[in-house]
T-cell receptor
């Protein structure tokens, strides 16, 4: 597709359940980011992938969060044993140019509600 | 500590008026500064990217300025339109970590008819 695609767009789950969020970056983009945005708040960095390099997982808030990406393709963000504080919009962005001036292109986000 | 602060937190102006949003940063070493527009319920969209040597950059009715000495940037919106209602986010890239972006909390702009 022409842009970054995320699915599902909305997810409602019960506390304690696992959820998986998917991101399809723009074709050819080597860099991929996951961010979390709570209602009315700024973006929180979660994880960064660059090609086949080891990802930067420094933003993951707990070991319940994990993310995978195969090469330069699809990425999945998994949240295990969801808690109510996990409720947020999860945004994925990809970038063509690794490093300093690469413009980020964002998807529309996956809105997660944990009841 | 690398930080980006934006002001005001929110702003309401009448359609057709101009406005200026501010961004102060304490990011070192500085690499570049970006402004994003985020409509409610959507992902952010890039407006401008400015490097150290650029003082002014325009994108239609949006003009960004950068003063690397005082570590300040502004985003000026001319002849505002209802569609300008959004959050405007300032983001600074630290030069020692090419991909790490320091995000401001944003300014929520509301344009009233």
């Amino acid at each position: 597709g022409a842009g970054v695609s995320q699915s599902p767009s909305n997810k409602v789950t019960e506390k304690g359940k696992d959820v998986e969020l998917r991101c399809d970056p723009i074709s050819g983009h080597t860099a991929l980011y996951w961010y979390r945005q709570r209602l009315g708040q700024g973006l929180e960095f979660l994880i960064y992938f660059q090609g086949n390099s080891a990802p930067d997982k420094s933003g993951l808030p707990s070991d319940r969060f994990s993310a995978e990406r195969t090469g330069e393709s699809v990425s999945t963000l998994t949240i295990q044993r969801t808690q109510q504080e996990d409720s947020a919009v999860y945004l994925c962005a990809s970038s063509l140019v690794w490093g300093l001036t690469g413009e980020l292109f964002f998807g529309e986000g996956s809105r997660l509600t944990v009841l | 500590k690398n930080q980006v602060e934006q002001s005001p937190q929110s702003l309401i102006i009448l359609e057709g008026k101009n406005c200026t949003l501010q961004c102060n940063y304490t990011v070192s070493p500085f690499s570049n500064l970006r402004w994003y527009k985020q409509d409610t319920g959507r992902g952010p969209v890039s407006l401008t990217i400015m490097t150290f040597s650029e003082n002014t950059k325009s994108n239609g009715r949006y003009t960004a300025t950068l003063d690397a000495d005082t570590k300040q940037s502004s985003l000026h919106i001319t002849a505002s339109q209802l569609s300008d209602s959004a959050s405007y986010i300032c983001v600074v890239s630290a030069g020692d970590s090419n991909y790490q972006l320091i995000w401001g909390a944003g300014t929520k702009l509301i344009i009233k008819p």
